[in-house]
Structure formats: C-alpha cells, structure tokens
C-alpha cells in the first residue's frame, strides 16, 4: 500500500520561505514520479510540481517556476519542495501524490492515483 505523509506546513509571513516534504512507503521509489498539488480556498486544485526519481527530471507550474525548487532524496525515500518568495496566493493546502513513472508521463499530477493527507501553508501579508 502506498502512503505519502507531508510535514513542514505553517504559518510564514509574506516574502518568508517554508519547506515542505513528502515521505514516501510502500514503493520503490526510484520507479516513481511525485507530484505537489494545492488547493486554495475557493480555488480549484492545481498541479504545482513533480520530479521524476529516476531521471529527476522536473515540472513547474507557472504560478510558481522560479521560486519553488522540487528535489529528491532517493535514500530517505523523501521528496522536498522548497518555496521562497511566498506570497498570499501560495495560502493553500499542500497535497503530495504519486505515480509510477510509465503513468505519469501520461497524465497530469492531478490524476496521479496516490496523495496525502495535506499540509497546510498560511502567508500572511
């Protein structure tokens, strides 16, 4: 069974950084594309990142391409996303999911089929 747990959520004030990490179990890993997705209040879910462990090759969303940083610890089973520049749009509930790596390529980080349980990212301004 696969099951993703995030840590790192929190309350930062605008312009802060937060780290936020995904523990992976009951994959391996190395076989495996994860995947951020948020949801805001009163907004749609969106797709934010994902890194492929075995390649590392990497996606960013628009929204936030050049101030968050996706990466992958192979060892810890762990990946962790790095946001900086934090704004209030970043306000979400931070979801981190999984897919083999043949789905992934095949669909976007919203369908990919495991997720967690959520963080939750406060910016206050």
């Known amino acids: 069974e696969v099951q993703l747990v995030e840590s790192g959520g929190g309350l930062v004030q605008a312009g802060g950084s937060l780290r936020l990490s995904c523990t992976a179990s009951?994959?391996?890993?190395?076989?495996?594309?994860i995947g951020w997705i948020r949801q805001a209040p009163g907004k749609e879910r969106e797709g934010i990142s994902y890194?492929?462990?075995?390649?590392?090759?990497?996606y960013y969303a628009g929204s936030v391409r050049g101030r968050f940083t996706i990466s992958s610890d192979n060892a810890k089973n762990t990946v962790t996303l790095q946001m900086n520049e934090l704004n209030s749009e970043d306000t979400a509930v931070y979801y981190c999911?999984?897919?083999?790596?043949?789905?992934?390529?095949?669909?976007?980080?919203?369908?990919?089929?495991?997720r967690g349980r959520g963080t939750r990212v406060t910016v206050s301004s």
């Open positions: 890194i492929s462990n075995g390649d590392r090759s990497t």
């Open positions: 999911a999984a897919a083999r790596t043949i789905l992934a390529r095949e669909v976007p980080i919203l369908e990919y089929p495991a």
């Open positions: 009951g994959i391996s890993f190395n076989d495996y594309t």
